[in-house]
């Protein structure tokens, strides 16, 4: 990868989390923050990648119904504690939470989901992406057609 391609790889992506982040902030779902701190970017001499916690597709799918995993109400337990609610009794109202998501699964996976924390903002990296090298592309033959015809 050329260093022109590698910057613009690197910006688009550095981007692309920012913005991730930013509506994950906006949409009220940071909690601890590790979900944040989970997002790297990795750029070699072959491509780019952006890429965070295994279960990062929940911040838009919501999580269904089912075996939740161990040590889950804890889990609720913590993240009651990171997003600041008060409630009288937290181990109960934790054990609720937990007890209601194997149930039903989250409000969000109820409500059929979002697109609004990262698909969206891939579509637009693609697009700047290829717009970018395509820019790129034109000035580096430009450049040599008017070394070219300086000749």
Known sequence: MRLQQFTIL?????SLKNRIIQNHIAAGQKASGKTIKSLKVDIDEDS???SGRGFFAVLETGRKKGKVPKGFQAIILKWISD???????????????ARKIANEGTLL???GGRSDIFSNEIAKTIENVLSRLGEDQVKEIL????????S
Do not use: M
């Not at 690197?10 to 550095?14: A, D, G, N, Q, T």
């Open 143 to 150: 450049s040599l057609l008017q070394k070219e015809t300086a």
């Open 83 to 97: 997003k600041g609610i008060s409630v009288e009794n937290p181990k109960s109202f934790a054990y609720l939470v």
């Open 48 to 50: 780019g990648e952006l």
């Open 10 to 14: 690197k910006s688009e992506l550095e």
């Open 109 to 111: 996976h109820r409500q």
